[in-house]
């Protein structure tokens, strides 16, 4: 009498080799789409990023003797510009890098000018031509007036100001600050829990 065969109820080899292989596909998509960056690094980037362009556009203005700017407004900033010959501030055009940059869409940036303890030995606290120019153009006109809130002057002066750039991605909210007296260097705090 013959003995009916017996099969096995496990997997074969080349039945292994195919879900390790699938596994390791979908293992690998998953790694090249998460960002390795952690959130203080991500606040550390973009603090960096505006200190070496501030410190691009002060020592182009003191190279080429042209007043520059920096227009910031709490999801962003441009830097900008002065054309005597338009007797208007313009953004800058290059390198593209200085036009408008939109911050991370759960961070601020919240731009301190005044009470500074520094502030008052400052020559640009004497100069009004900011508020001569914003009387000028009180006009009809309903285009927006683009103004610098920093100047950057040819001298190699800067209005003084603290910039607290946070991120508000969850709850405690990090802080990094960016502080300019004068001229650069600007100074940069690390990446905290508690505002500076």
């Known amino acids: 009498m013959k003995q009916p065969q ?11 080799i195919l879900v390790i292989l699938l596994l390791g596909l979908l293992v690998s998509a998953v790694v ?34 042209q007043e520059w700017g920096v227009q910031i407004k ?15 501030w313009q953004p800058a055009d290059s390198p593209a890098s200085l036009g408008w940059h939109d911050v991370a869409s759960h961070q601020r940036l919240k731009l301190e000018l005044e009470g500074l ?3 008052e030995d400052s020559m640009l606290g004497a100069l009004n ?7 000028h153009l009180e006009t009809d006109d309903e ?12 001298s190699g002066e800067i209005t003084p100001f603290e910039l607290l750039l946070q991120d508000e991605s969850q709850r405690p909210f990090w802080y990094v ?9 600007l100074k940069r705090s690390t990446v905290e829990s508690t505002p500076p």
């Not at 017996?6 to 292994?16: A, K």
């Not at 390795?36 to 691009?56: G, I, T, V």
């Not at 709490?74 to 510009?81: K, R």
Request: hydrophobic share 35%; glycine share 4%; no cysteine.
């Open 6 to 16: 017996q099969h096995s109820q496990g997997f074969t080899l080349l039945e292994i």
């Open 117 to 119: 303890p520094w502030q």
């Open 32 to 65: 090249v789409n998460f960002s390795w960056d952690s959130r203080d690094d991500k606040l550390e980037q973009e603090a960096r990023r505006f200190q070496q362009l501030f410190h691009y556009a002060a020592e182009t203005a003191l190279m080429r003797q």
């Open 74 to 88: 709490p999801n962003g900033y441009q830097f900008l510009v002065y054309r005597p010959d338009e007797d208007s």
């Open 177 to 185: 600050q960016l502080r300019g007296e004068f001229s650069i260097p």
């Open 143 to 154: 285009e927006e007036t683009v103004l610098p809130h920093i100047f950057i002057l040819s």
């Open 129 to 135: 031509w900011q508020n001569e120019r914003l009387e």
